[in-house]
């Protein structure tokens, strides 16, 4: 297996980069795509060869647009303003307290 010298991707990752974070991602969404399509492709054993492709080509463009998906899917969205999260953090601790 060739790997570039001086660059591991979990160690990355661990370490917390977020570009081999998102790969690592990338990859294993790849992967659990795949086997899926192996699911499918197996269990389909015995129909057409064409619906057994239609199967292949749907997962091969799926990996061709994961990439740029897995780009955008962190999307910042808050639903509670800040102030109301840590108002309502400090009321639970206190309604901990109180049940003590």
């Given at each position: 297996?060739?790997?570039?010298?001086?660059?591991?991707?979990?160690?990355?990752?661990?370490?917390?980069?977020?570009?081999?974070?998102?790969?690592?991602?990338?990859?294993?969404?790849?992967?659990?795509?795949?086997?899926?399509?192996?699911?499918?492709?197996?269990?389909?054993?015995?129909?057409?060869?064409?619906?057994?492709?239609?199967?292949?080509l749907v997962v091969?463009?799926?990996?061709?647009?994961?990439?740029?998906?897995?780009a955008w899917s962190?999307?910042?969205?808050?639903?509670?303003?800040?102030?109301?999260?840590?108002?309502?953090?400090?009321?639970?601790?206190?309604?901990?307290?109180?049940?003590?």
């Amino acid at each position: 297996m060739a790997t570039v010298p001086g660059y591991d991707l979990l160690s990355n990752a661990a370490a917390g980069h977020p570009s081999a974070f998102l790969m690592l991602l990338i990859l294993l969404k790849a992967t659990c795509l795949l086997v899926a399509a192996l699911g499918a492709a197996l269990a389909m054993r015995r129909a057409s060869a064409g619906s057994r492709h239609v199967v292949w080509l749907v997962v091969l463009g799926a990996l061709v647009v994961l990439p740029l998906l897995a780009a955008w899917s962190p999307l910042p969205m808050q639903v509670l303003p800040s102030s109301f999260a840590r108002e309502s953090g400090s009321e639970a601790a206190a309604m901990v307290e109180y049940a003590r």
